[in-house]
């Protein structure tokens, strides 16, 4: 439906080859992103680099569908998994982890983030529970209009990223500051 908020998200990530359906011409909006899917999108967008690093994570076993995408984030320093030698290529994407993604993907591009080192966050009641490692991150993407809250006043940093929510992100990061 086009009147929905984020149909617009969808369409453009799916024209894109970015995101593709679930099978059955849907794209189960509502359903869960994971940390596996969201970095070879990124890889995607790169056009599949060759490798240059080992796979430095023991749960990313090779040959997997993410095997590459992660070993190549991870060398260029987009993600820097759990710090237990862990990615959790499956585990559903939360919402400050995708953010945190799209700020160390902005830098790897070598776009302009320091607003992620003033914008305040005032007006969200739940900025307590943004991880420290999140919050120059959250305060980018707010300001550069990647993220907005899942209401006026709330950010939802632990919340799993549904594929609309990332769709949406990752739209609004082409289409704001590419």
Request: with cysteine.
């Amino acid at each position: 439906d086009p009147a929905l908020w984020y149909h617009d998200g969808i369409h453009f990530c799916i024209e894109n080859g970015m995101m593709n359906g679930v099978g059955n011409n849907k794209f189960d909006p509502s359903g869960t992103t994971s940390r596996g899917m969201i970095v070879t999108i990124l890889y995607r967008l790169e056009n599949e680099p060759e490798i240059t690093a080992e796979n430095p994570f023991s749960d990313v076993e090779d040959g997997k569908w993410y095997t590459d995408a992660v070993a190549w984030a991870a060398e260029k320093g987009i993600v820097q998994g759990y710090g237990n030698g862990k990615f959790g290529p499956d585990d559903p994407v939360i919402r400050e982890q995708i953010v945190t993604i799209l700020y160390r993907y902005a830098q790897y591009k070598g776009l302009d983030v320091s607003a992620g080192d003033t914008v305040p966050l005032d007006g969200y009641i739940d900025v307590r529970h943004i991880s420290t490692w999140a919050l120059p991150a959250f305060r980018w993407a707010v300001d550069a209009g990647i993220i907005n809250g899942t209401s006026k006043d709330m950010l939802s940093p632990k919340k799993d990223a549904s594929r609309v929510e990332v769709a949406t992100m990752l739209m609004r990061y082409d289409t704001k500051i590419k």
